[in-house]
């Protein structure tokens, strides 16, 4: 509304003087009572004990909550929580079955059926966006691959290379998605993975459209781009592999 676009940008210089200041944080802690201190919380969380009197320990050595969490992660695993795809939902609409015979089409030239994953990167849990994608996806008749918010690029460029994905989607609502994209084209590209078409969609002003199409994103959607179904039909596009052998 004020014309800057609406995104906060932090100046790296900050960003890198926070991260100084954590890692002169963690130089100057006495290590053997960290060490002690991490061991002891971990042990009572296995053991099922009040974990609080640890908690406190480890507090007042310096341990830090990133710290802290990954010894509860260690012992009790990381919660995922549902992503609202379920087989059972659908948003179906009318214009699905030429789409439907276009992703068999291209399924056909693939040699299996398209697959296209869906990836929520970051601390941004607006995830119905995304989700309404994987669902059309679905409904088109493409094999979708959906696991929820919060991942790192890396688990997206693991899950791409794994799954063998035709195109990446990712969904961006926290204004991070200069430096999220920037990653994962860096990791998608030293993974092998650089002919994989990526497309982004969130708030995200014109320049930095710009910018992220001169990274390599093939697409970019912002809230404008509300038609479902094109969106769809660029996928199967950009999947094709006479497109693709074309870039």
Known sequence: ??????????DPAVEQEQIDRLTQWRT?????????????LRAAAKAGQNIMPASIMAAKVGVTTGEWAAQMRAVHGEYRGPTGVSMGQSNKSEGLEKLRDAVDTVSDKLGRRLKFLVGKPGLDGHSNGAEQIAVRARDCGMDISYEGIRLTPEEIVTAALADAAHVVGLSILSGSHLPLVEDLMHR?????????????????????????????????????DFEL?????????????QAVAAQ
């Open 1 to 10: 509304m004020t014309g800057d676009g609406g995104i906060m940008v932090v």
């Open 28 to 40: 100057d802690r006495d290590a053997v009572a960290i060490a002690a201190a991490l061991a002891d």
């Open 229 to 241: 179904n094109t969106i769809m039909l660029d996928i199967v596009t950009l999947a094709d592999p």
């Open 188 to 224: 998608m590209q030293a993974a092998g993975l650089a002919h994989i078409p990526v497309i982004v969609g969130g708030i995200i002003p014109d320049n930095d459209a710009a910018k992220m199409q001169e990274m390599g994103v093939a697409r970019v959607y912002t809230p404008k």
